[in-house]
């Protein structure tokens, strides 16, 4: 088991940047992909950004594609989110999430609900986008 923990959420302007992080801990060798996901007020979390541990290969939503960029630093065992150019829309609490499967590399993990292979999560940062 893992423990994730994010930080790096606030208030932002349009426009604005952010970067949040997530440290994951524990017996973290079998964990591949993590992953960035956001759940705004009555609506499904979705999937934002992910990030194999093994290759760093990526996936993106298409929502954020061109704004948002994800990365690791294995060392630290931190993901990053970068995010740029923000919009009110984005607004959201934002979890980290990580699969102990170490073969799963992010497979749909853009979906909507994540898929059960997100095994790990964190208790989520707060992220407001707004004038």
């Known amino acids: 088991q893992v423990h994730l923990k994010e930080s790096g959420g606030g208030l932002v302007q349009p426009g604005g940047s952010l970067r949040l992080s997530c440290v994951v801990s524990?017996?973290?060798?079998?964990?591949?992909?993590r992953a960035w996901f956001r759940q705004a007020p009555g609506k499904e979390r979705e999937g934002v950004a992910c990030i194999n541990r093994a290759d760093g290969s990526t996936d993106y939503a298409e929502f954020v594609k061109g704004r948002f960029t994800i990365s690791r630093d294995n060392a630290k065992n931190t993901v990053y989110l970068h995010m740029n150019n923000l919009k009110p829309e984005d607004t959201g609490v934002y979890y980290c999430?990580?699969?102990?499967?170490?073969?799963?590399?992010?497979?749909?993990?853009?979906?909507?609900?994540?898929?059960?292979?997100?095994?790990?999560w964190g208790q989520g940062t707060q992220v407001t986008v707004s004038s």
């Open positions: 999430g990580a699969s102990s499967e170490p073969m799963y590399y992010c497979e749909g993990a853009m979906g909507v609900p994540p898929p059960p292979d997100f095994d790990s």
């Open positions: 524990g017996f973290t060798l079998d964990y591949n992909a």
